[in-house]
């Protein structure tokens, strides 16, 4: 069956760090791939999606590449915000199938 | 774009007792679903909430246990029953459009305590 595996978090990083959230997954054929993103007391909405190999999603700075031969999705911003903590969750789904498979989430804390 | 509205958005309830959740849409969709997120876990989808006739459940979910209602194809309600302390999540209903790479839309949540 399909799976999602991302890195455990919290992750914490000071303003305009660097991040990666690592992601990769399992899925027979050929699965579009999401990010999402939950902020505190929301729910959870998209951040950005890639549905065929070497496609690059993008939104608000972030960024992620659809690379099928390592089977990553990888989430990365060049210089995050206070306003970024949240949890981050990819997720997967078989093209055709409108059901998500999800990571178990990766939380993210920015300090001043 | 859909938003969605679900309630009651938190709970605590006593073990024995069942709690209807409802999600309301506020467009017609033809995918709907409702997802559990336990302390800790990943989003599992429990079902998928057909117009019309019963839901499809996923391995490890029964009806008997969480049986949903579909009147419409704007409103949903999943009821959890008979509950105990492991059935303590958050519950989120979730449309979607149909399509490579569509897009899902998800309601606030309802966090479930069960004492």
């Known amino acids: 069956g399909n799976s999602v595996t991302q890195m455990e978090g919290p992750v914490t990083l000071s303003e305009e760090a660097f991040l990666t959230i690592n992601c990769t997954y399992t899925?027979?054929?050929?699965?579009?791939l999401f990010w999402y993103v939950q902020y505190p007391g929301e729910g959870l909405q998209l951040l950005l999606k890639?549905?065929?190999?070497?496609d690059k999603g993008s939104n608000k700075g972030f960024e992620a590449t659809y690379r099928k031969e390592t089977t990553s999705f990888h989430l990365e911003k060049g210089s995050v915000q206070v306003s970024d903590s949240a949890v981050y969750f990819c997720?997967?789904?078989?093209?055709?199938?409108?059901?998500?498979?999800f990571g178990k989430g990766t939380m993210l804390l920015v300090s001043p | 774009s859909a938003v969605i509205s679900q309630k009651p958005s938190r709970d605590i309830c006593q073990r024995g007792t069942s709690l209807t959740i409802q999600c309301q849409v506020d467009?017609?969709?033809?995918?709907m679903f409702w997802y559990r997120q336990q302390p800790g876990q990943s989003l599992t989808l429990i079902a998928t909430?057909?117009?019309?006739?019963?839901?499809?459940?996923e391995s490890g979910f029964v009806i008997d246990k969480f049986p949903i209602s579909r009147p419409n194809l704007t409103f949903s309600t999943l009821t959890v029953s008979n509950m105990s302390p492991e059935d303590s999540s958050i519950y989120l209903c979730?449309?979607?459009?149909?399509?490579?790479?569509?897009?899902?839309?998800f309601g606030q949540g309802t966090r479930l305590t069960v004492v």
């Open positions: 979730s449309v979607t459009g149909t399509g490579v790479g569509t897009e899902a839309f």
């Open positions: 899925a027979t054929g050929y699965p579009s």
């Open positions: 890639a549905t065929k190999a070497d």
């Open positions: 997720a997967l789904s078989d093209q055709g199938y409108s059901t998500l498979t």
């Open positions: 467009s017609q969709v033809t995918m």
């Open positions: 909430a057909n117009q019309g006739s019963e839901a499809t459940y």
